[in-house]
């Protein structure tokens, strides 16, 4: 686990904010998520290169759309404060446990983080990752790349056995 130093504050920061502002879009939470998750920025930021936070949340959010195309699809938003917790969090795991943003989202939806924002919000986030873990039935062992590795080649040897 990599400690969360000034880098990652920001980069969870420029997240968080970036989140915060697709609020502003016409698209719904949901198309905005989807797209983001699969932009060449995401791809950049999961680098968790400190100097992408220079780039303004403005810029984020037009290279996302200039990816994808302006959408109006969907209409379902989220606060902005949750908007902005949900991407702080997101950052905040990916970078302290060197994960994808994709493999933190699909531990824990969106939908799930909205739901669960005004009791998380305010705690600290070592906390709030812990409890989100318990509450899927996870634990930090799914952050493991060996572990999930040795399980994977446990399971063919196992299918490939007579």
């Keep these: 686990m990599r400690d969360f130093d000034h880098n990652g ?44 936070a220079s780039l303004s949340v403005a810029e984020g959010i037009d290279s996302i759309t200039r990816q994808f195309g302006p959408t109006d699809y969907g209409k379902i938003k989220f606060s902005r404060e949750a908007l902005f917790w949900i991407g702080y969090m997101y950052r905040y795991i990916s970078y302290t446990r060197d994960e994808s943003t994709n493999f933190v989202a699909k ?30 039935g996870l634990t930090e062992d799914v952050f493991d790349k060996n572990l999930r590795l040795k399980e994977i080649m446990r399971k063919r040897n196992y299918l490939q056995s007579p």
């Design 107 to 136: 531990l824990f939806s969106y939908k799930q983080m909205n739901d669960l924002y005004f009791s998380y919000h305010t705690q600290d986030p070592e906390w709030c990752v812990r409890s989100l873990l318990e509450l899927n």
């Design 9 to 52: 504050l920001l980069l969870a920061e420029y997240q968080g904010k970036l989140f915060e502002k697709s609020a502003e879009l016409d698209c719904s939470t949901g198309i905005f998520i989807r797209r983001y998750l699969h932009s060449d920025l995401l791809e950049e930021q999961d680098k968790n290169n400190p100097a992408l």
